[in-house]
């Protein structure tokens, strides 16, 4: 999935005759901190809820003002992943994308970067989730692809998390059964630690609401 894919339709940017008031009103309606300033297809750089305040400039246009403005985006052609690394390292809540001649086309707005990366993971596809915890040294992708696909099962996602000040990994995998019994046999048969599985969908429901929590904090916001 490419930036491109991922621009959204509804957020408006900022001309420089806004006023301060109006990026704010606009930041609460979409419930963002960040606003790109735009000229015609030139992106000027970010402005955030606290330039503004900091500014006092609440009720004339912005271009009044000198703005010390941080221009981070990412290009069209740039995965998902990329930009959730940038949103990340930044803290921002929206990303602007330029085409490859660095005009404007659009941004991408924190809670449509969570919708998408929700698909990515294959959230909303019927499943079950199992959770392995192994040294990083042991993880083999095609074996645990294998030990999957000899119960008839299919790897829908996976992913995988580091514990800190630790060579453990704890690999996350959704599959296209909620029937887990003969799979997890399978990796107890192969030495795997099986730390936790999920079923039924009150427990998937924990699962998801944990790794959404720890992936907001991950973008620090």
């Known amino acids: 999935m490419l930036a491109k894919d991922l621009v959204s339709d509804v957020i408006p940017a900022l001309r420089t005759s806004d006023t301060g008031a109006r990026a704010l009103s606009w930041m609460e309606i979409f419930r963002i901190s960040h606003l790109p300033i735009v000229n015609n297809q030139d992106f000027l750089g970010l402005i955030s809820d606290t330039d503004i305040y900091d500014l006092g400039m609440t009720d004339e246009p912005i271009g009044n003002h000198r703005l010390s403005l941080f221009s981070p985006f990412v290009y069209g052609h740039q995965h998902i992943f990329e930009v959730i690394e940038i949103a990340s390292r930044l803290k921002l809540t929206v990303i ?3 085409d490859e001649k660095k005009n404007y086309t659009g941004l991408i707005g924190q809670s449509d970067l969570l919708s998408h990366f929700a698909t990515l993971t294959a959230v909303h596809e019927p499943g079950g989730i199992i959770v392995l915890e192994m040294n990083h040294n042991d993880y083999s992708l095609s074996q645990i692809a294998q030990i999957a696909e000899s119960n008839n099962a299919r790897i829908l996602s996976l992913y995988i998390r580091n514990q800190e000040e630790s060579t453990m990994i704890e690999v996350s995998i ?3 059964r909620t029937d887990l019994a003969t799979v997890i046999r399978t990796f107890d048969r192969y030495d795997y630690n099986v730390k936790a599985s999920y079923m039924d969908d009150e427990n998937l429901d924990t699962f998801y609401r944990n790794r ?10």
């Open 96 to 98: 602007p994308v330029l």
């Open 174 to 176: 959704k599959i296209n």
């Open 212 to 221: 959404y929590e720890q992936f907001m904090r991950y973008l620090n916001v």
